[in-house]
């Protein structure tokens, strides 16, 4: 990478009762999967800020952005965040399964995306 600067670092959601859902979300997948995901997102800290296909933002809901990942057996992962605090705060991820996100993933990130604002 031409610049070792991190121009945006990246930060779990965590909740009240400290969870980090995103941390754990990945914890449960394989190490190809996880190696997959890690590079994409070093690749938004180091590369910010960066478009499709790799990143978009989500017009449907100001402030919400998706990283997107093709995984291994041609899986299709999302990590939704939002920027708070020059961060980028992994809200939610999940397989995608179908061509439209679901309502409620994005519903999941939105909520917590106000928690995040509200600190």
């Not at 909740?15 to 995901?37: A, F, M, S």
């Not at 933002?57 to 402030?63: D, E, P, Q, V, W």
């Not at 990130?109 to 995040?116: G, H, L, Q, T």
Request: with cysteine; hydrophobic share 35%; net charge positive.
């Amino acid at each position: 990478m031409p610049d070792n600067q991190k121009r945006v670092p990246v930060a779990f959601y965590r909740t009240g009762l400290g969870r980090e859902p995103v941390r754990e979300w990945l914890k449960e997948l394989g190490p190809d999967d996880r190696r997959i995901l890690g590079n994409d997102l070093q690749t938004l800290e180091y590369g910010w800020p960066i478009g499709m296909p790799l990143c978009r933002a989500l017009h449907s809901h100001k402030g919400l952005w998706e990283v997107r990942s093709n995984l291994s057996s041609g899986r299709i992962a999302r990590v939704l965040f939002c920027m708070a605090g020059g961060r980028m705060v992994l809200l939610h991820a999940f397989i995608k399964k179908t061509q439209k996100t679901p309502d409620h993933e994005l519903n999941i990130a939105v909520r917590r995306m106000k928690d995040e604002q509200d600190d």
